[in-house]
């Protein structure tokens, strides 16, 4: 069974961090890159970020880069979101997703396989 399953999630005061974690199974992990999706309360999902296969290339969206990071682990088929600097308006489920190739979208069917989330909720 093809199964991405996201744990980190919290409460967590603006300015504090979290690391998110995806761990994935059932899929050749190495041969998917990875993608963190968030949707907000009453928004529409938004793409976070990503990392390619190897782990050699990421990429973010503008509203979080230099503050989150992404990174894996294909020896654990775990990827990872470092969130630093929080702020409240980060508060949203996140997803992560796997796809054959990159893809920068929030969009689900866009990918392979899409995750269940996790809650993130940062008190100002």
């Known amino acids: 069974q093809v199964q991405l399953v996201v744990s980190g999630g919290g409460l967590v005061q603006a300015g504090g961090s979290l690391r998110l974690s995806c761990a994935a199974s059932?899929?050749?992990?190495?041969?998917?890159?990875m993608t963190w999706v968030r949707q907000a309360p009453g928004k529409e999902r938004e793409f976070v970020g990503g990392?390619?296969?190897?782990?050699?290339?990421?990429y973010y969206a503008d509203s979080v880069k230099g503050r989150f990071t992404i990174s894996r682990d294909n020896a654990k088929n775990t990827v990872y979101l470092q969130m630093n600097s929080l702020k409240p308006e980060d508060t949203a489920v996140y997803y992560c997703?796997?796809?054959?190739?990159?893809?920068?979208?929030?969009?689900?069917?866009?990918?392979?396989?899409w995750g269940q989330g996790t809650q993130v909720t940062v008190s100002s």
């Open positions: 997703a796997a796809a054959a190739q990159p893809v920068r979208s929030h969009r689900p069917y866009e990918y392979d396989v």
């Open positions: 990392i390619s296969r190897s782990g050699g290339v990421t």
């Open positions: 059932g899929l050749t992990f190495s041969s998917y890159a």
